[in-house]
């Protein structure tokens, strides 16, 4: 048999490696091992040979005995694949699960399973058998590292400390940096939570589109009648506010003092500049003409294009618009949130889910945005350890926000994966987090929100949820909602735009400061500039490689009313900040605004944020938590 196993390598045009005669039998005794085990004909194995040899894009011709490990891996895959095909139900054992039964001496602090640390490619099937095992204490180890055959590791694994806090925000809304302080430590003196057994209440309010909705037929017409909607909607609220009169038209020349409403555009395609402003009104105060803005009597602005302001001044040439003041926010309505019918409908069903009427205005929750694993494997080794983490602390909402298959990681990138995006999620992401319900019960909540970097998901913004088919006892405890989208919990109200609108804000905003004044807080002021606008994103012309389709963004990325608690992950530095909507007047309403980072960094852990929110401001802290 080991004969004709060579003869079908060379049939094939391979040849086996060694520098020897020995070590070539010796690859040709483990093959024939292969074909015994398996029950392959040796045609099946060398036919399983080329498209693993193809998959990896190996070098050269020859079958050496280092690329033996690695093609058992994918021999496995392929009986697991076809047994779980044959047999639904069938629960395959993972070698993990046999190293935990038979070795006496196997410990995990964490509540699950220490994670594959190999290179080598794992059978996607194994991390769902991931055990949950009562947790012994709420000291993390420092020393634990990921094991695989051959006691090998992953950089991932080998950090010392695990669970550090970057800074904490204390009930005095400061943010300090603590001297490399371990959660779990201190008896959790940092965070004090309410008691796990009571479970929040959940109300959507807004998850637009819906899935399966029809996109990138988006028209001209649309794109024409979202920013004329913006505009004309924000002129009618300066005007009901009482602080300005009627908007007028600012491309008329006039020695008079009159207030103009329009939107911040470039004269050109390069990056917006203090010569190059140019304010263009709505159809209705100005047929949609642009006229350029002079801003040297301003002693401060903060401006970025797409940006809907109010400005005063006069326009003496009918050329250029002076302008002598500007206002770039309007109040929001604290009660306009839904329609009363639906809201009430809403309500209805959220009760009967929940009976914690007494909590409202309190929760405990963490907060992740992807990717969840490194960029040197697929093993999801940051979500295991974060799932880990909550299992300790027990929060009563975990939001997850994409990407979950990450378009930008390398091996996606590539496409050396043999498993389709959506096996990938569903074996790797979506087992592991209902595991994770399953282990907690009902004190828990999961809430998925998707991300345009998501492989397996539509290609568009605004963005649909997921659409799992979820098991009946799963649907309680695991929400999908859309991107963005709005929600309440104990009714404290929560925003939620997982596209990195800080970061291309940051890239296209200018500003000047007041002479004199003091230092302000640039990372504050574009996260206020979302709500200041009522849009997640009010940024015009949209960055690079955001599938911005406007005919579903006129109600989706509308913010109708300021939420207590607005999450906009991105790659900037993560932070939790107290923001109030207006710096100018100290009774305006104050939200908190959380980026929690990216959970994974490379080939290293990243960060992820712990809140315990109190309608009462002196009793919220939260921190950012780095793995």
């Known amino acids: 048999m080991e004969e004709e196993i060579r003869a079908e390598l060379e049939r094939s045009g391979f040849s086996l490696g060694g520098a020897s005669p020995a070590d070539a039998a010796q690859i040709l005794a483990t093959l024939l091992t292969y074909c015994i085990n398996y029950k392959m004909s040796p045609a099946d194995l060398v036919s399983n040979w080329e498209v693993y040899y193809l998959n990896r894009q190996l070098d050269g011709l020859k079958l050496e005995s280092s690329y033996l490990d690695g093609f058992l891996s994918h021999l496995q895959n392929e009986v697991k694949d076809r047994l779980i095909k044959e047999e639904a139900n069938l629960h395959i054992y993972s070698s993990n699960d046999v190293d935990m039964l038979l070795s006496s001496t196997h410990t995990d602090e964490e509540g699950f399973l220490d994670t594959p640390g190999t290179k080598q490619e794992k059978p996607h099937g ?87 909705c029809r996109f990138m037929y988006d028209r001209m017409e649309d794109r024409f009648n979202y920013l004329e909607d913006r505009i004309r909607k924000l002129a009618s609220l300066f005007s009901a506010s009482g602080f300005c009169g009627e908007p007028a038209d600012a491309t008329l020349a006039s020695e008079e003092k009159m207030f103009a409403v329009g939107m911040v555009v470039c004269d050109g395609e390069g990056r917006l500049n203090e ?79 929940s009976d914690t009427d007494t909590l409202s205005g309190v929760l405990s929750l963490v907060i992740a945005a992807g990717p969840y694993t490194t960029t040197d494997n697929l093993l999801f080794e940051p ?139 640039r990372i504050g002021r574009l996260a ?20 911005l389709d406007f005919s579903l963004a006129k109600e989706a990325l509308d913010i109708s009313s300021a939420p207590d608690v607005l999450l906009l992950p991105s790659d900037l530095a993560p932070f939790v900040k107290v923001l109030p909507l207006d710096e100018g007047s100290e009774d305006q309403k104050r939200f908190i605004c959380v980026n929690p980072g990216r959970l994974a960094k490379g080939i290293g852990g990243g960060t992820f944020v712990e809140l315990y929110y109190n309608e009462n401001t002196d009793k919220t802290n939260a921190s950012i938590i780095r793995i």
């Open 383 to 521: 979500l295991q350890e974060l799932l880990s983490y909550a299992c300790r602390k027990l929060p009563q909402l975990l939001i997850l926000m994409g990407p979950f298959i990450d378009s930008d990681h390398p091996d996606i990138k590539k496409g050396t994966v043999d498993q389709s995006f959506h096996d990938i999620f569903h074996f790797e992401i979506l087992r592991k987090v209902q595991d994770f319900t399953q282990y907690l019960g009902n004190t828990v909540r999961v809430i998925l929100i998707p991300s345009v970097r998501d492989a397996h998901h539509d290609f568009v913004f605004p963005q649909p949820a997921f659409d799992l088919n979820l098991p009946e006892d799963a649907t309680h405890q695991i929400t999908c909602l859309a991107n963005p989208s709005l929600f309440s919990s104990n009714e404290i109200h929560f925003g939620c735009c997982t596209v990195d609108i800080l970061k291309q804000l940051s890239g296209e905003e200018i500003s000047r400061k007041p002479p004199g004044g003091k230092p302000s807080d």
């Open 528 to 547: 206020t500039h979302i709500l200041k606008q009522q849009s997640y994103y009010p940024l015009y012309p949209p960055a690079a490689g955001v599938p």
């Open 126 to 212: 194994e991390s769902s058998n991931s055990v949950l095992t009562p947790l012994a204490t709420d000291k993390p180890s420092s020393s634990r590292m990921a094991k695989t055959n051959g006691d090998r590791i992953t950089p991932f694994a080998t950090r010392v400390n695990k669970f550090t806090q970057q800074y904490i925000l204390h009930a005095d809304n400061v943010a300090s940096v603590p001297n490399k302080l371990e959660v779990g430590t201190t008896e959790d003196e940092v965070i004090r939570r309410i008691q796990p057994s009571q479970r929040c209440s959940l109300q959507v309010q807004r998850s637009q589109p819906e899935p399966g």
């Open 275 to 353: 010569k190059s402003i140019l304010l263009q009104g709505s159809v209705v105060h100005s047929r949609g003409q642009r006229v350029r803005l002079d801003l040297k009597d301003l002693d401060h602005f903060s401006l970025f294009p797409g940006q809907v302001v109010g400005i005063e001044g006069h326009n003496p040439s009918g050329h250029c618009f002076v302008a002598s003041k500007l206002i770039d926010s309007i109040p929001i309505s604290v009660d306009a949130q839904l329609p009363s019918a639906k809201k009430q409908a809403v309500d209805s069903e959220s009760h009967q889910n």
